[in-house]
């Protein structure tokens, strides 16, 4: 390399998800001073399904991403002239050729996703399953092919929990946007939401049904617990091992959250101001009296419609609110 100042090299990583995690993390401090050593005459190209960070946080790999992180890029399905390519080549496998409209629509229910896209023309062609007019008929037909149902596992084992849960959210509750921002932030990077109509919905309707058959019936990875009380990492509360649907509001989950951390504990009106209210708090704004405790009044119902008489949150007048576990 020193012998040609004109080459430059470019080393490409695929498939780096377990690499990442197993190696030694001195490997990739080492790649880093190759890099600063040689800087622009050396580059690293890296796939992964996740961010680095969330594979690895050691220091050396930290210094690593540092050189991806003003460069990172979601791979996307195919538009839409390569996703007509696609179906002309499978098709062309077998002598046949998908009808126009059967095309377009196989492009729309999958989104593009290739694995998708050719699981559901293979059944088109073979006769597998009709499609029947109507779009809901017609994706649960196509959920029930074997290949196809395969491929939607694929995609679905392949986010976390709090990736499935926020999908789950978005499609049973219709929620514009689920709690968790950064979750959506990690969605939006796969290219596994887009935007409709001022919300998001997951790309694809066939993926989306096959997400609103995914019931959840146990918490995911709990967050904060107290008592009967479990919030878990995806924003979701769970009482007595029960769903509160529909989901608590962003503010009403803060003010659960900061009473959960210390059941008991009286938390005065300016304590919650400043965790519920950030911004107004910040800036010196005021919070009425009135629209705390009609944010508490909200909390208060939903919780206690979920546990029959359960008075959980408890009113200490002219000071503030603590969480009753006692009953």
Known sequence: MASDPARNLVLLF?????????LNPRFFANLRAIRDEYKYRVSYVVFTREELPRLCDAPECEEFYELFSSNVIGLGPY?????????????????QTPEAGVSERLIEWTGGHPGLLKATCMATLHGVKALPADTAQALNSLLGVEDVRTECAKLWSSLSDEEQKALQVLVTHKLNTPHDGETIRRLRLKNLLIDVDEAVAPFSPLFTAYIAKQKAETPFTTKISAGPIRIDAAGEVWVDGKRVTPPLSKRELSLLEYLCLDPGRLRTKDE???????????SGESVSDDALNALVKRLRDR?????????????????????????
């Open 14 to 22: 695929d498939q780096f998800d377990d690499v990442y995690q197993k």
């Open 272 to 282: 919650i101001i400043a965790i519920v209210y950030p911004e107004e708090y910040r």
């Open 303 to 327: 919780l206690d419609a979920s546990a029959g008489t359960h008075n959980f949150i408890v009113t200490v007048r002219g000071k503030g609110y603590r969480l009753n576990l006692s009953g």
């Open 79 to 95: 538009d839409l002239n390569d996703a007509r390519l696609l179906l002309s080549r499978v098709g062309g496998r077998y002598g």
